[in-house]
């Protein structure tokens, strides 16, 4: 924004042939390396019309003290979604029905279990997701994906803003073409709504990852090797991870200590793997190459590491 402000974002929807998203993290700041005492979030929705919302939330309560409507010149930057450079196909595309009529599930499933980041997007509304987790059954030839970060908005012509009284929107996306959605007041724990729809879906894969490191849960090397892991880590590589038979992540912090890598893994709301719990929490892990994943207590599953090729 204005060649000052650079930010990655969340969410993609199309309106009346312009662009939003949504960029999320942010926590205001008394200055470039400080913030402030009394902290907030400040979302943004950023639109092609030049339209800058800015929404503010205190950390851990719901009440905003302010929000700004303003106007920016933005610059515009896509990652191309294959290795070769050239437009991702579809690997999937159902129905609202869940009715493939382009690609198949069990090549979804493949892509995902060699560490693809997945995204999604409903082809009625031109709402793209980039999906947070994602569940895979092989004997059920079932996918459903998790995306997390969506701020509750509303249309204002032929662009988007912030609704007044903001709440989290979760989504669980599946290959039988339902999507379940639980809201959540920002800042606390109050239910604004639990419903599920069904939608027509594209199923697209990002997979320009390969495999660092895969162990048993004991920590035992099985393919690839630690080393390469902590050097990928060290040279800024993103690092997904693949656990509990079936449950891909992108790891939101990385620790290398004594030679073992520990990675922190927050994008988890509490759900069946289709739709969420009706009293929905957060649950955070510690995921570490030694075989332990510790949330409220230490449990052991076998991991897989992956990073970028490029």
């Known amino acids: 924004m204005d060649d000052l402000y650079s930010t990655d974002t969340n969410n993609v929807y199309s309106l009346n042939g312009e662009i939003c998203v949504l960029a999320l993290f942010h926590i205001s700041k008394g200055g470039f390396d400080s913030h402030q005492t009394k902290a907030y979030w400040w979302f943004l929705n950023l639109c092609t019309t030049g339209n800058v919302h800015m ?46 009529y382009c690609g198949n599930v069990n090549n979804l499933i493949t892509v995902i279990s060699h560490g693809a980041e997945i995204h999604g997007v409903d082809a009625k509304r031109s709402y793209s997701v980039e999906f947070t987790n994602l569940h895979y059954n092989k004997k059920t030839s079932f996918v459903s994906g998790t995306h997390l970060w969506h701020i509750s908005q509303t249309s204002v012509s032929n662009y988007v803003e912030f609704q007044k009284n903001a709440y989290w929107w979760f989504t669980i996306w599946s290959t039988d073409g339902s999507r379940d959605i639980s809201r959540w007041s920002i800042g606390e724990h109050k239910d604004r709504g639990h419903t599920t729809d069904k939608l027509p879906i594209i199923w697209l894969a990002d997979t320009c990852w390969s495999l660092a490191y895969e162990h048993d849960e004991h920590g035992q090397s099985i393919d690839g090797s630690v080393d390469y892991l902590r050097s990928a880590i060290l040279n800024g590589k993103r690092v997904r991870l693949l656990y509990q038979s079936g449950y891909p ?3 939101d912090e990385l620790i290398i200590r004594n030679g073992h890598v520990t990675a922190q893994v927050l994008g988890h709301v509490s759900n069946s793997g289709k739709t969420f719990n009706s009293d929905a929490y957060w649950y955070w892990e510690n ?10 207590n230490s449990i052991q599953y076998w991991i897989a590491y992956k990073s970028w090729k490029n």
Not at 68 to 77: A, D, E, I, L
Not at 79 to 99: I, M, Y
Not at 287 to 296: E, L
């Open 55 to 100: 929404s503010r939330w205190y950390v851990g309560v719901h009440l905003s003290p302010s929000e700004s409507k303003v106007k920016y010149n933005v610059k515009w930057f896509v990652r191309h979604l294959s290795c070769d450079s050239t437009p991702a196909k579809p690997v999937l595309c159902t129905t609202e029905s869940g009715f493939p």
């Open 287 to 296: 995921v570490a190459t030694t075989g332990d994943v510790g949330r409220n």
């Open 249 to 251: 992540i992108e790891a």
